[in-house]
């Protein structure tokens, strides 16, 4: 994916935006114009990336929040006030994501898998269905799901929630599409491959990790999904190798 792409006057959310993927995305989709909406958990990390966005573009938005203890509610209050503060939401990019490491599924603790189930799956359903009726409103609106392959590590085993959740937004994406139809809001996942980001050091060895490339090498990647370029992708899960 290459080319001049813009997000001049867009308003971009984006889930995890103090991560690996996230960090890169939000800088990116701030020095293509958009006015980024940083959530996550820790205001310090979430302060770097703002300084970072501010940088190259409009100035973001921090809002704090956990994805592990938010409810629906919480949800719907973030959308409420996008919408107050800011008048519009044209992207919503999720890039949370929870991983304790590899574990047999039979080892696993119970309260880690659930965790993971609930912030990889279920709370980026959550926030998107709180933010599609916003999403809705805009000429342009797009939903774009960082999706991990673990099975292009060699293997699938040992991923436990984490993993499963993954393979669960590949159908959540095509299912999602065919519900909004070609007038809704556009619904894309993207699969980057091996990125070297704190959660796939919690995987493997970095000084022998020679596949990983940075998380900035997908971030444009992001961009265009999020962008007018990305409607061709509508429904798809588009696999990014940088």
């Given amino acids: 994916m290459s080319g001049a792409l813009s997000l001049e006057g867009r308003v971009i959310l984006v889930a995890g935006a103090a991560g690996g993927l996230g960090s890169a995305a939000t800088v990116a989709c701030a020095q293509a114009g958009a006015t980024v909406v940083l959530l996550g958990r ?10 970072a966005a501010r940088a190259v573009g409009p100035e973001p938005v ?39 490491g590899l574990t047999p599924l039979q080892h696993t603790d119970p309260a880690d898998f659930a965790r993971a189930l609930h912030v990889d799956l279920t709370a980026r359903w959550w926030l998107t269905q709180a933010c ?15 999706i991990d392959d673990p099975a292009r590590n060699g293997s699938p085993a040992f991923w436990g929630g984490y993993g499963l959740a993954q393979a669960a937004q590949v159908t959540l994406v095509p299912m999602l599409q065919a519900e909004l139809g070609e007038h809704g809001p556009r619904v894309s996942g993207l699969r980057p491959g091996p990125m070297r980001t704190g959660l796939r050091g919690k995987a493997f060895q970095p000084n022998t990790d020679l596949k990983a490339k940075p998380a900035s090498a997908y971030a444009a990647a992001c961009v265009e999904l999020l962008s007018a370029a990305g409607a061709a992708q509508r429904g798809r899960i588009v696999d990014v190798l940088a």
């Fill in 42 to 51: 820790k205001v310090a990390p979430l302060n770097r990336v703002y300084d």
């Fill in 62 to 100: 921090l809002y704090p929040l956990d994805l592990e203890g938010a409810s629906p509610d919480d949800f719907d209050e973030l959308g409420q006030r996008i919408e107050a503060d800011l008048g519009r939401l044209d992207g919503l990019l999720h890039c949370a994501a929870e991983f304790k």
């Fill in 132 to 146: 599609l009726p916003l999403l809705a409103k805009s000429d342009a609106g797009a939903v774009v799901f960082a």
